[in-house]
């Protein structure tokens, strides 16, 4: 089956840093998406990896490691604006977006 | 980015009745549309996939005669929950998927039955 996995709540200070990690198994990869929602609100792109490596863009970084199955999504300096949820998603053979549960980060002055 | 807009944003029915929810592409055609559905504290759910000109794809567990998908052209799908019941209450989430096959999701739905 396919499966994505990532932790529930996290928890971080104002002004530090914080990786949320993903885990998956899919039946083929075409890419991996993290998306940030706001409660009550739908999720917004942050950022997408398709090859191995770490895209940055700004504040935030994505990891990717296609053999081992597994994604990370930096924070740095960290607003309180950044407490929301980060969903993970990875594109399978058919296109098809394949969502983690998400995972709740809860930011503390 | 591609903008999607929903209509409306926030609706209250009763029970038993039906609501139409629109989802447009406004800046990009959508060969494919999504509509999830997510109620409180949990992921997405995607409920049925839909292509342009074609029946829409039910996930499991979702009544194709009770969410009823159109998706009559590139810029327009729409969702109509047929005879709703309160657990049908959720926050309805469409998506468009452009040539990049990136999704760009619409700004939701609040549908509350009483």
């Known amino acids: 089956g396919q499966n994505i996995d990532q932790p529930t709540e996290m928890t971080a200070t104002e002004g530090a840093i914080v990786q949320i990690n993903c885990t998956y198994q899919?039946?083929?990869?075409?890419?991996l998406f993290w998306y940030q929602q706001h409660a009550g609100e739908a999720p917004t792109f942050l950022s997408y990896?398709?090859l191995d490596g770490l895209e940055e863009k700004g504040r935030f970084s994505s990891f990717l490691s296609r053999s081992k199955g597994y994604s990370y999504l930096l924070l740095k300096e960290l607003q309180m604006q950044d407490s929301a949820s980060y969903l993970c998603a990875v594109t399978d053979s058919n296109y098809q977006l394949i969502w983690g549960a998400g995972t709740k980060l809860i930011i503390k002055p | 980015g591609a903008v999607v807009s929903q209509h409306p944003s926030w609706v209250i029915c009763k029970s038993g009745t039906s609501v139409k929810i629109e989802c447009r592409s406004l800046d990009f055609q959508a060969t494919t549309m999504f509509w999830y559905r997510q109620f409180p504290k949990q992921s997405l759910m995607l409920m049925a996939t839909?292509?342009?000109?074609?029946?829409?794809?039910?996930e499991q567990g979702v009544e194709k005669d009770k969410f009823l998908i159109n998706h009559a052209s590139l810029t327009l799908s729409t969702l109509t929950v047929t005879s709703a019941h309160p657990e049908d209450s959720s926050f309805y989430i469409c998506?468009?998927?452009?040539?990049?096959?990136?999704?760009?999701f619409g700004p939701g739905t609040r549908l509350t039955v009483t």
């Open positions: 899919t039946s083929g990869f075409n890419g």
């Open positions: 990896n398709v």
């Open positions: 998506s468009g998927r452009a040539r990049d096959y990136e999704q760009y």
């Open positions: 839909s292509n342009e000109g074609s029946k829409a794809t039910y």
